[in-house]
């Protein structure tokens, strides 16, 4: 399933305007006049509606929300935060000075103008505002009764998304229920970090009753959220919880439960192969529970293309690349002997990249690695990669269970669980492509006894730290290490010490389990707003 774009449907929160979203289930156009009076009365127009939601997932730049002037946005991905600011990535790119913004990310001097932490804030209630424009609308309309539950639970599903990628980055922020006019803008206020995690849990549990399961959904509509996301992602965000401000007085035993009704659910399991996980083969497939679409199209910059500018930011500059996001020798280090991920992970100097040699050049690299998991054939336009960006992954159900299990002292279990997911990867071929001209999955040959099952009477620390080293090097280069990190009250310690001492000075000041560092409020929408700004800045 692959997208098109539709026409501009009409005008909304803040002269937000709606756009249709992502791959083939956006390929109908609205019929003709649409207002938000009669939007809900056709389910053409309803679809097109909450498609409208999903664009905005996949945008990584493009129109500030609420700007009539169509200001445009810098690009932001979820790497420069959930990587870059970790010790798995350093900067890269075309030399020591070249993206600033990614520097201040890196070195915690991040100003709150900075393009990547304005736009990720912006673009976050775009999504809000078009969520709540279904929300709070899709109600009154006269489509299938069926259709109108569906459609409702994948915009409170994505309102959610949204604010938990808020609220990990800027702590608690303004809960936007309804559409909100210019005049009323200055008078919202911050909601706590507890207060914004129970309105995502809301509409998460919400979701949860309203979204059918993955296998009820056709195959032109692969990639809409279902109830298995919903639940992924509130485990997700009481796991965080549980290692942050946990005001909610969460539990492990939640956590255990979400993710067994998941597993339960028999609507998922590990792809067989996890060299295919981030090819084409792997989009959309048994292990996903939620990936953002993408296709390929002639278009560049902007939001108007199905495509997205991650791959070419990552990309080997020798290739068609910016060269960005370079995977560290720390997490290189990470990897087991022979563990099969590491290849299906790391471009290393001279590797065989579908097909194509890959030689790194050190003036254009800080670590002598290229990150492959976002290695991409060369597209017709190299700003519009196709390749999905999966978010959620069964191996990452698998994964919280096991951790859940460890914690409420089912060690037995966390250890089962865990197997699985090392099984999966000794299994694994090589990545595609390791012979030039090629794109064939050549057999790994791993060598008997890599990677073996944790040991039987492994628990408390120990077991914990090998489950978060399963993490670290299964979902490496996937823009969770930085959660993982804080949650676990292991972040602060990774920084050289002058970062430290600077990320220390925008620790959140709300009761934490472990502290964790914010990021600046947009310097525009805190003056706009009249929003306390974060620690520090």
Request: contains cysteine.
């Amino acid at each position: 399933m692959k997208p098109t774009r539709a026409a501009v449907l009409l005008g909304l929160l803040l002269t937000t305007t709606l756009a249709p979203g992502c791959k083939d289930f956006l390929e109908k156009e609205p019929l003709g006049t649409t207002t938000q009076d009669n939007l809900f009365r056709d389910p053409v127009n309803s679809i097109q509606a909450i498609n409208a939601v999903y664009d905005v997932t996949a945008w990584d730049q493009g129109p500030k929300w609420g700007d009539p002037n169509g200001q445009y946005v810098a690009q932001t991905y979820e790497w420069m935060f959930g990587d870059l600011m970790t010790d798995d990535a350093e900067k890269g790119g075309g030399g020591p000075s070249d993206f600033q913004s990614l520097i201040e990310l890196k070195n915690w001097t991040i100003p709150p103008s900075s393009p990547p932490v304005t736009t990720l804030w912006v673009h976050s209630f775009t999504g809000i505002a078009r969520a709540n424009t279904v929300i709070n609308n899709i109600d009154a309309g006269t489509i299938d009764a069926g259709l109108k539950m569906r459609l409702k639970g994948e915009a409170l599903f994505l309102r959610a998304y949204f604010y938990f990628n808020l609220v990990k980055s800027f702590g608690g922020v303004p809960l936007f229920e309804k559409s909100v006019t210019p005049t009323e803008a200055p008078n919202v206020s911050r909601a706590t970090i507890a207060q914004t995690y129970a309105f995502i849990e809301k509409d998460l549990k919400a979701a949860a009753t309203m979204l059918p399961e993955k296998n009820t959904y056709s195959a032109a509509d692969a990639g809409r959220a279902t109830k298995g996301a919903a639940n992924g992602y509130l485990a997700r965000a009481i796991m965080y919880q549980l290692g942050t401000v946990n005001g909610n007085n969460h539990t492990w035993q939640e956590v255990y439960d979400l993710t067994s009704t998941i597993i339960a659910s028999n609507q998922y399991s590990l792809l067989a192969n996890y060299a295919a996980i981030h090819q084409d083969i792997g989009e959309n497939s048994s292990e996903s529970l939620f990936e953002i679409q993408f296709g390929t199209d002639n278009n560049t910059y902007g939001p108007i293309s199905i495509g997205t500018t991650n791959n070419i930011f990552q990309n080997n500059r020798g290739t068609f690349g910016y060269g960005f996001n370079n995977p560290t020798q720390n997490l290189v280090d990470e990897f087991e002997a022979n563990d099969p991920r590491r290849e299906v992970t790391i471009i290393k100097n001279n590797d065989i990249v579908l097909g194509i040699l890959n030689p790194v050049n050190l003036s254009e690299n800080a670590t002598g690695y290229f990150s492959r998991k976002v290695a991409i054939i060369r597209p017709p336009a190299p700003e519009a990669g196709p390749q999905n960006i999966r978010k959620l992954r069964y191996a990452d159900i698998l994964l919280m269970k096991a951790e859940a299990a460890a914690q409420t002292g089912k060690s037995a279990e966390a250890i089962a669980l865990v197997n699985q997911v090392r099984q999966r990867a000794r299994l694994s071929t090589r990545p595609p492509g390791t012979t030039l001209g090629t794109l064939t999955y050549a057999p790994a040959n791993t060598p008997a006894g890599t990677l073996p099952d944790l040991a039987a009477g492994l628990s408390g620390q120990p077991l914990l730290n090998a489950i978060w080293h399963e993490r670290r090097v299964e979902f490496a280069e996937e823009s969770l290490r930085l959660w993982d990190l804080i949650r676990t009250g292991r972040y602060l310690a990774t920084l050289p010490a002058d970062v430290r001492a600077r990320a220390q000075s925008h620790v959140a000041t709300e009761p934490s389990v472990n502290p964790f560092p914010l990021l600046p409020i947009s310097l525009n929408d805190a003056q706009t707003w009249k929003l306390p700004q974060n620690p520090g800045y």
